[in-house]
C-alpha cells in the first residue's frame, strides 16, 4: 500500500464538503423606531460664559438608523 500526504490530501479532497468564501460584512436592517444609537462626550477645551469664568462643553449625538436621521445637544453640565 502506498502512504503519503498527497494521497490523504487527495482523500480529504472528495470526502469534505467543498467551502464557501467567508463574509467580509454583514447587512444590518432595523424597523422604525427599534433602535437609536447614543453618543455623549466632552469636547476639549471651555468656552468663557462671561465674568472671567469658563465651563466645559458637553455633547449628544443620536442617531435613527432606520431614516439616519441624526440630532446634537450640546451643554455646560
Known sequence: MTVGVSI????LARVRP?????RVYQRTAYLPGELAQCDWWQLPGSVP??????????GLV?????????????SQF
Do not use: N, W
Not at 490523504?8 to 482523500?11: E, Q
Not at 443620536?62 to 450640546?74: C, E, N
Open 8 to 11: 490523504l490530501k487527495d482523500y
Open 18 to 22: 467543498s467551502r464557501r468564501e467567508p
Open 49 to 58: 460664559v462671561g465674568g472671567g469664568a469658563s465651563r466645559r462643553v458637553f
Open 62 to 74: 443620536t442617531t435613527l438608523p432606520h431614516s439616519a436621521a441624526h440630532v446634537a445637544v450640546f
